[in-house]
């Protein structure tokens, strides 16, 4: 069932369905937008060309790019100085939330904090089974 809601682009009211973040008139644009962005990526001599200068020449927002992007609609493997950023740091990413070095940061993280918990459960084990005698008896 469909919901009312505002537009975040133009603050104009639509329903929505779960497919479009915007309105009809909103979605149009940004498709026309996305068709001059991929007709200006798809010459030879743009396919390297980074977010910044896509944004200098297309006018699109690196906010909409970076969705595009992050939804599959441009391609990484084709473009390679496409991304999104991190969830963490801000660099650019090609796929998941964390980049390379935050993803790697976490994993050896998680692997310390599993070793310390590790060790403590096995002195617990130990104290458990350790008698105590009263010195003063």
Known sequence: M???RDCPTCGGFFNYTGVREVCVQ????EEKKYE???????RRENRAAT???IVEVTGVT?????????????QPALFPNLG???DQCGSLTTS????E???????????????????RDAISESDAKAYYTNPNK
């Open 84 to 86: 999104y950023p991190c």
């Open 2 to 4: 469909a919901e009312l």
């Open 26 to 29: 909103c979605a149009q644009k």
């Open 101 to 119: 070095t935050c993803a790697t940061a976490l994993q050896s993280d998680l692997k310390a904090f599993e070793a310390a918990q590790e060790f």
């Open 96 to 99: 998941g939330k964390l980049c």
């Open 62 to 74: 690196e906010s909409l790019l970076h969705n595009w992007v992050r939804k599959g609609r441009l």
């Open 36 to 42: 001059e962005v991929y007709r200006f990526l798809r």
């Open 51 to 53: 977010v910044e200068r």
